[in-house]
């Protein structure tokens, strides 16, 4: 009877071993990272030229999915998946023998791209956005023609094993204040169950406009963001993103820059599929702090950067004469 309950342990342990996809990276490393932020996007849907968080193109996964902790250099930054073709292959990155985190390729011309995530089963997996939404598949399933493996040269950052740059200091403290404004005129807010979906809603006209405390976790239901009202009357009701265009054009840095806040308050801000205002954080920093942002633009007459790394990535920092870009 001991032996059988040594013995039972151990089974059960074989098995989900077996059931483990084989040859995956070693967890804590960038490109574990990567394949990891790519699995939790599994089951969003898919939308052409959109880079999420709650929808996606092949592309913009897969940008998405370096840029969130700073990679996006060693992919060549946003692509279409023909350009990250040429890209790698530019550089002689083209491989046999894939590794997880490297791109794959699919089409001749090339018109599809994902994340290789290793093996099960002995069959190759990647990680894509099809058009049935972002699923985990075998390489040789999909209905256009493998063609290439993709290998991204971690270099220094799988050394060190860091997702963020050793270069600039990123950690800041959590927001003390994450608003949305419900402007004047009518809005629909919902109730949402335990999975997402709508039990309940309601129409609300407001004659002048209101400030809300929200969750600074945007979900997406429906295809759309989210965001949870968390102050006031409408605690607990959620709100749909608004809609806000920018003013100006982008321009996108040729490589990372550097920008150093100063101590005091900072706002940053948060654009669902890099067009709708979904949140605004201010947040307070006590010390001198250095972010990388890779794109500047225009919002409401402000100048915002983009912060390309850390735990901020993805979200727009507005300018102010206490932030500055230094070499």
Not at 41 to 56: A, C, F, M, V
Not at 102 to 111: K, Q
Not at 205 to 214: D, Q
């Amino acid at each position: 009877m001991r032996a059988l309950r040594i013995a039972l342990p151990v089974f059960v342990a074989a098995l989900l071993l077996a059931a483990w996809p084989a040859g995956n990276v070693s967890a804590n490393t960038p490109a574990q990272a990567v394949v990891d932020f790519a699995r939790s996007q599994i089951g969003k849907p898919y939308r052409y030229g959109t880079n999420g968080l709650s929808t996606y193109d092949c592309s913009g996964l897969v940008w998405r999915s370096f840029r969130v902790h700073g990679l996006q250099d060693l992919i060549g930054g946003a692509r279409s998946s023909a350009g990250y073709f040429n890209w790698f292959r530019e550089r002689g990155q083209l491989t046999s023998s894939p590794r997880p985190g490297d791109l794959v390729v699919w089409g001749n011309p090339v018109s599809h791209v994902g994340i290789y995530s290793g093996t099960s089963g002995g069959h190759p997996m990647a990680i894509s956005a099809l058009t049935s939404g972002v699923r985990e598949h075998r390489v040789h399933a999909v209905t256009t023609p493998f063609r290439a493996y993709l290998r991204v040269a971690w270099g220094s950052a799988e050394a060190t094993g860091s997702t963020t740059p050793a270069t600039a200091s990123t950690t800041l403290p959590a927001p003390f204040a994450t608003t949305m404004n419900l402007r004047r005129g009518s809005h629909t807010l919902y109730r949402l169950d335990g999975s997402g979906q709508i039990v309940q809603q309601r129409t609300i006209n407001r004659s002048s406009a209101l400030k809300v405390n929200v969750d600074r976790r945007i979900q997406s239901h429906a295809g759309r963001p989210h965001a949870r009202i968390t102050s006031g009357t409408w605690a607990d009701w959620w709100r749909r993103v608004p809609d806000a265009a920018p003013s100006c054009c982008r321009h996108r840095f040729a490589t990372t820059r550097t920008l150093r806040l100063e101590a005091g308050t900072h706002l940053f801000k948060t654009f669902h599929a890099d067009r709708n205002v979904v949140i605004r954080e201010h947040i307070r920093v006590g010390q001198a702090t250095h972010l990388r942002v890779d794109v500047r633009a225009t919002f409401n007459g402000k100048r915002h950067f983009l912060v390309a790394g850390g735990p901020m990535a993805g979200k727009w920092v507005a300018k102010t004469t206490r932030s500055r870009l230094v070499p």
